[in-house]
């Protein structure tokens, strides 16, 4: 009997450790200007209000795509941040996730992580060049009416090993070798940014993440940020040169050595990563071949020697969505570009499936991304990965 036992734990063990595990990444659109009209003032506090009810038809329909999906690890991106977790994060896994959406299986997350991100945070400073330092939206740190505005959130099934968790919010721009801040010029020839700016201006419009998660006795560490999009600006280009930096932070992360000795986290800890299993997650809001980024941070990301990219995830409802167009397949917003990604690493595992959840319009699930108000301008994307 105690062998029989024996055997079955093993067996078990050895399941566990070579079964796949489902890594996603979603622009959830879940912020206060997505629940008024546009234009329409906001409090910051609309999300929250939905939360309680479980009942508001765009977040049940995101939930179910969550759901139909079924992923282990997710980075929520445009999911406001409120310190406290029961207002936001929790309240949407007990009242939207824990229970069956359009028939779909509820899924549970007992283990999420959050913090607190650059956007509607005062800078002191005049950051647009309209004069005035008002402290918001495009004074704030990163753009935002309030402070948490389009923050992040991590939902997983496993374990998250919070003290080991790297944030870097407060990394300053500044701090980066060769960044394009200085090179946001006026019209004039002068600096956009007045030196009290540079000194205080932070690279991170929300924030960059290495959260480790415990997967059957492996670390997995997620690379997690969403950064500014690369518009909403004017010639000077403000807007396109951070997140070129804001990408190529990955790039120097993964890089190690003196490429990333520069860096600090927020817990004072100096230089780049220090694992070796670990997927870059999030809406990058860039582009190798479309739309108005400086491409080369995210080719740098995508050819890096530590980052798989071989297999890119496609949908059916993207294809027929820009059927013009020959990467359709590929995008991920209804935008048409591939903006947001799910990159493993090169060690540690291998590429098993994936995809864009972009249902074709004649599938029965089109309805959970059929227009703006169905869920989200984003879609879900997803890779299995199989513990070499």
């Known amino acids: 009997m105690i062998k029989q036992i024996a055997l079955l734990f093993a067996m078990t063990t050895t399941s566990l450790v070579s079964a796949d595990i489902r890594v996603a990444t979603f622009n959830v659109s879940m912020e206060a200007d997505n629940y008024v009209e546009r234009g329409q003032p906001v409090s910051g506090q609309e999300l929250f209000e939905h939360l309680k009810s479980g009942q508001h038809p765009q977040i049940k329909n995101t939930a179910e795509i969550i759901q139909r999906v079924r992923p282990d690890i997710i980075l929520l991106n445009e999911f406001d941040y409120d310190a406290d977790p029961k207002k936001g994060v929790e309240a949407f896994i007990q009242h939207y996730l824990s229970k069956s959406q359009g028939g779909a299986e509820p899924i549970e997350y007992p283990y999420y992580y959050l913090a607190p991100v650059n956007t509607g945070v005062d800078s002191g400073v005049d950051l647009d060049g309209d004069g005035v330092a008002s402290g918001t939206k495009g004074d704030a740190f990163g753009f935002g009416k309030y402070p948490g505005q389009y923050g992040m959130a991590l939902l997983s099934r496993y374990p998250i090993d919070n003290n080991n968790v790297r944030t870097f919010q407060r990394f300053l721009w ?158 991920t917003a209804g935008w048409r570009m591939r903006a947001d990604y799910v990159l493993p690493s090169v060690n540690g595992w291998d590429v098993t499936d994936g995809g864009v959840f972009w249902p074709a319009p004649a599938d029965e699930l089109f309805r959970l991304v059929k227009d703006r108000k169905s869920s989200s301008d984003h879609r879900m994307v997803w890779l299995e990965l199989q513990f070499k």
């Open 174 to 331: 500044k701090d980066m070798p060769g960044n394009l801040m200085t090179q946001v010029i006026k019209a004039d020839g002068q600096a956009w940014y007045s030196e009290d700016a540079q000194q205080v201006l932070r690279l991170s419009s929300k924030s960059h993440w290495d959260i480790p998660v415990l997967v059957n006795g492996k670390t997995v560490h997620v690379l997690a940020s969403h950064p500014t999009p690369p518009v909403f600006d004017g010639p000077e280009d403000r807007n396109g040169k951070r997140n070129h930096d804001e990408v190529r932070f990955w790039v120097d992360y993964l890089s190690g050595g003196t490429q990333s000795a520069y860096l600090y986290d927020d817990q004072g800890r100096k230089g780049g990563f220090r694992g070796n299993t670990f997927v870059v997650v999030g809406d990058l809001n860039s582009s190798m071949v479309e739309g108005d980024s400086l491409r080369d941070a995210i080719v740098g990301l995508i050819t890096h020697d530590k980052v798989n990219a071989g297999f890119v995830p496609r949908s059916e409802g993207g294809k027929i969505h820009s059927s013009d167009n020959p990467l359709g397949d590929t995008h």
